[in-house]
């Protein structure tokens, strides 16, 4: 008897073991937002500045969530990624950059700007606003395809320049 009372103390401690695990962290998408727009603080008078994400952030460390940071009527692309984790203070960084598609559009005006022949250009991803970034594009012109590869020149705040030249 006193076996069986002790193997139901001992499996109903392991259930209410099961029962503490540690609640599922995430900053929420609205909570989210706030510490964005506190990373691009409004730089005069009267500058506003909007910030969308896509949804809550898991407070885990390389946990990433893509938002748009509106200044005026300018819009920006940023990812957030979470760095560190220390209880219930959980610390974010934010990259902004370049959707593929916007690249190749940038590009497709450039060329054609400079007299190319340009059908089309591809990129198969974004690039990422750190200087140095790239990305190679395939820009398919009149008379076959050839690869272009966009890079990072500068970064200022959202801002991000980048040239390009010809894949060789």
């Known amino acids: 008897m006193k076996l069986v009372a002790l193997l139901s103390l001992?499996?109903?401690t392991l259930a209410g073991c099961a029962d503490e695990t540690e609640p599922d962290r995430t900053i929420s998408r609205s909570d989210?937002?706030?510490k964005v727009a506190e990373m691009y603080p409004p730089k005069g008078?009267?500058?506003k500045v909007g910030?969308?994400?896509e949804g809550e952030l898991p407070a885990e460390v390389d946990a990433t969530q893509e938002c748009t940071v509106s200044v005026n009527k300018q819009r920006a692309q940023v990812r957030v990624t979470v760095t560190e984790v220390n209880g219930d203070d959980t610390v974010i960084d934010s990259v902004p950059f370049v959707p593929a598609d916007r690249v190749a559009e940038e590009l497709l005006a450039s060329?054609?700007?400079e007299g190319y022949h340009v059908v089309k250009v591809t990129c198969p991803r974004e690039l990422p606003g750190t200087v140095g970034g790239k990305v190679t594009c395939t820009v398919t012109p009149n008379n076959g395809d050839g690869g272009v590869v966009?890079?990072?020149t500068a970064v200022r705040g959202l801002h991000i320049d980048f040239g390009y030249e010809v894949a060789s």
């Open 111 to 113: 060329l054609t700007d």
């Open 32 to 34: 989210l937002e706030v």
């Open 45 to 47: 008078e009267g500058t």
């Open 10 to 12: 001992v499996a109903m």
């Open 51 to 53: 910030v969308e994400c």
């Open 150 to 152: 966009a890079t990072v």
